[in-house]
């Protein structure tokens, strides 16, 4: 397996745009996350879906970002409009939920907002 | 403030030398992780230990879980260059579903 796979791995845009970031998780996985890890706060939780169903978005920080899960086989976080506060390193993370949960990891999308 | 806390946030080694980093968390777990994460990378899950287990090893690590503490260690034996990185803890929990809650990690860095 390939793993899980995020698109694009950077990106730099500028304040105001929209910026959609993508995964792919682990075929046959049925959890999906999604982070952000910046230096200050370290690694937090965004989202997650379970079976495609958003189960936990307490820790979306506003509503200038959402997430859709609309198969089983892809994500996306969408930062509409977007602010230089946003820059971080964003990851989506996979699992199959049962009696273990580790998580794996995509290589994440680094986002500079200017 | 997060389940997970590690300490100490950073530690310098020798390559050789034994590598020691803990985790405390403040409710009740089902399991404890470690992962590590290489600069630039994401995390990569290490090893896993249930709430009824003590101790557990694999390959060069050793995890040890405290529940009555609500602590864990991760022990590195006979450290690489390579083993530079950070380590974090997570914790899931009975309420928490497929959900983890992690520390904010220690930067390991092991000097050749």
């Known amino acids: 397996d390939a793993g899980v796979i995020q698109s694009p791995r950077h990106e730099v845009t500028e304040m105001g745009q929209e910026v959609t970031l993508r995964c792919k998780p682990i075929?046959?996985?049925?959890?999906l996350f999604w982070y952000r890890q910046t230096m200050m706060r370290g690694l937090e939780l965004l989202i997650y879906?379970?079976?495609?169903?958003?189960?936990?978005d307490s820790g979306m920080p506003e509503d200038r970002f959402s997430a859709k899960m609309p198969n089983a086989s892809f994500s996306t976080l969408k930062i509409q409009p977007s602010e230089p506060r946003d820059s971080a390193v964003y990851f989506c993370?996979?699992?199959?939920?049962?009696?273990?949960?580790?998580?794996?990891f995509g290589p994440g999308t680094r986002l500079t907002v200017t | 403030s997060q389940q997970g806390e590690e300490d100490p946030q950073a530690l310098s080694i020798q390559e050789g030398e034994n590598a020691t980093m803990n985790c405390s968390y403040k409710?009740?777990?089902?399991?404890l992780q470690w992962y590590r994460q290489n600069s630039g990378r994401g995390l990569v899950h290490l090893i896993l230990?249930?709430?009824?287990?003590r101790e557990k090893h694999s390959g060069r690590l050793r995890v040890t879980l405290d529940t009555s503490k609500k602590s864990s260690s991760l022990l590195i034996t006979a450290s690489r260059a390579a083993d530079t990185a950070s380590y974090f803890c997570?914790?899931?929990?009975?309420?928490?579903?497929?959900?983890?809650?992690f520390g904010e990690g220690t930067q390991l860095t092991v000097n050749p």
């Open positions: 879906f379970n079976n495609n169903v958003p189960i936990d």
């Open positions: 997570a914790t899931d929990g009975e309420t928490s579903g497929s959900r983890l809650t």
């Open positions: 409710t009740s777990i089902n399991n």
């Open positions: 230990i249930r709430s009824n287990e």
């Open positions: 993370a996979s699992t199959l939920t049962g009696l273990v949960y580790e998580q794996y």
């Open positions: 075929s046959g996985h049925n959890s």
